[in-house]
């Protein structure tokens, strides 16, 4: 693996260069191909450094369920906010968490359906601190020995890892963990049996199979025809693997690549997949906007209880799901899916901007309504923020 240099993965000539030979071989594929991406930071990146503006007109590149914060159950952040709401409790989680809408209305709000979030619960309240890292979350635990800390874990299995390789560790007797944990392969199991499901290739998130390896992924080629490559996140990674799997495309061979092999191993972090499945269990997880998963989350293993947040609160936390999972008018569900673009959502930068978001994709860095307002369509269609 060679070390990370940022010139050289945004070196405008390597850039052009790709971006010739993806035009050559789109050309050469003669068709309109759709490649999804699950990963917010890939859509992120992709927006701030504009690639959508380098690909030809008939390969389009849309983002799929690939931001944790958007994809959380509104249970979960009823579940904390309630928490947070409890005398001697400290609700600690991913900054990125806190403004994120979950189910129970704000009264006395105006416009829309506004629903709570951590903020709010934290304007009424509740002592609710933002973290970058569950270890922050232990230093606050020992700061307040009188005080329960729960770290609301969200996250996919790159988050999950540390928050494994701590209870291994041991943690403070005053820390739970509210899991709201999600796992990215089985998600690429249920996508291709949705209705008018078109997606000809995957970018793979370059993170998360860092940790898991691409042989999870194996079922999209095998059995559904897709094209797959693993990416990284600058602009000449995420280009590279576009140019892999139109390749497969051209040659007709769909297959998995490593198109980002200095960092991901094809078996992915063995050390860390022990790690996590020694903490967690694999268990069935709805996502926001998609539905139940089956074994798509994690959550703690028996012995792991006596950090379990819901273990400890047993009685005080909400269990029944609100109606409406998101706002009403919010098209999060479409977007999530790759089946709406932000822009086509009517509170998009109206009634729904990154100081003032209705729904959760306009909340997280990773979420694609974000993405948009801040750095535009990529083809022009949209003024950039940023
Ligand atoms: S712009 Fe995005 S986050 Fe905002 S309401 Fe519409 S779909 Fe939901």
Known sequence: MDTFRPDLYRDPDLVAGLAA???GKA????????????CGTHEHEMGRHGLRGLLPENVEVLAGPGCPV?????????QAIALSQEPGVILASFGDML???GGVPLEGERRGDVRMSLLDARARGGDVRAVYSVFDAVRIAHENPDKEVVF??????????????LLLRGAPAELSILEANYYTPPATRLLPSLPGFDIDAFLLPGHAAAVTGIRIYEHLPREHGIACAAAGFEPVDQLAGILAVLRQ??????RLENAYPRVLAEDGNVKAQEKLFRVFELVPKRWRGIGVIPESGFDLLPEFDRWSARERFKGLLPEARREGEHPRGCRCAAVTLGQSKPSECPAFGAMCTPDDPYGP?????????????LYGAGDGSLEVRA
């Open 21 to 23: 030979k993806i035009a």
């Open 27 to 38: 050309a050469q594929i003669g068709r309109k191909v759709k490649i999804m991406h699950i």
């Open 70 to 78: 958007c994809v959380c159950d509104q249970l979960y952040i009823d």
């Open 99 to 101: 403004a994120v809408p």
């Open 152 to 165: 609301f874990s969200v996250g996919f299995e790159t988050t999950v890892v540390a928050v494994a390789a």
């Open 249 to 254: 495309i051209a040659a007709g061979e769909p």
């Open 361 to 373: 994709c306009m909340v997280s860095g990773e979420g694609t309504c974000r993405a948009w307002y």
